[in-house]
T-cell receptor
């Protein structure tokens, strides 16, 4: 049971290049999220998904797109990278449990450190 | 939307002392309040969480208190140890239509436990 795995761990892009970050979870979680972490700003939600084939915008969605074609995978795309997208990106997943369908812990991947030059 | 403020941004304590980190939130509909610990270069990991129907929760040396009226919650670590040194994040969530947590995080507290 690997939990949440992100690929790649590090990447350097030139301004204007595109790339896709892959997140995979093997816990059969329904909900998946992409966050970015910048110094002094905590973690901010970029996009999220409440199920296969569905995605929605978070706090800071501009410049990013996502897809969730399979329940276990959540992809984050940067179509035209900008220096402002230099950050550490974290994927997370979670599930609701019990008869009351309560939200529970979000499990995070190990992060992707992206630098745009 | 939700706004979570966290204080202090840095906290230095002597080993064995207690540490307290405080957060306030703005959305009265928030009902789930987790705390995450992040060691340098690592992923955030849940250390304790509390729901809005509970005022206090304890797990060994860690406790969290919630005051819904004042919209603030706090993390208490007793008998601090060097391995407690890390960045701690509070978060608040009201849940998403259709499921899932839309966690809003505080800006983090760098805790340093000195020998």
């Amino acid at each position: 049971n690997a939990g949440v795995t992100q690929t790649p761990k590090f990447r350097v892009l030139k301004t204007g290049q595109s790339m896709t970050l892959l997140c995979a979870q093997d816990m059969n979680h329904e909900y998946m999220y992409w966050y970015r972490q910048d110094p002094g700003m905590g973690l901010r939600l970029i996009h999220y998904s409440v199920g296969e084939g569905t995605t929605a915008k978070g706090e800071v969605p501009d410049g990013y797109n996502v897809s969730r074609l399979k329940k276990q995978n959540f992809l984050l795309g940067l179509e035209s990278a900008a220096p402002s997208q230099t950050s550490v990106y974290f994927c997370a997943s979670s599930i609701r449990t019990g008869p009351l369908r309560l939200d529970t812990e979000a499990f995070f991947g190990q992060g992707t450190r992206l630098t745009v030059v | 939307g939700e706004n979570v403020e966290q204080h202090p941004s840095t906290l230095s304590v002597q080993e064995g002392d207690s540490a307290v980190i405080k957060c306030t939130y703005s959305d009265s509909a928030s009902n789930y309040f987790p705390w995450y610990k992040q060691e340098l270069g690592k992923r955030p990991q849940l250390i304790i969480d509390i729901r809005s129907n509970v005022g206090e929760k304890k797990d060994q040396r860690i406790a969290v208190t919630l005051n819904k009226t004042a919209k603030h919650f706090s993390l208490h670590i007793t008998e601090t140890q060097p391995e407690d040194s890390a960045v701690y994040f509070c978060a608040a969530s009201r849940g998403l239509t259709g499921g899932g947590n839309k966690l809003t995080f505080g800006t983090g507290t760098q805790l340093k436990v000195e020998l």
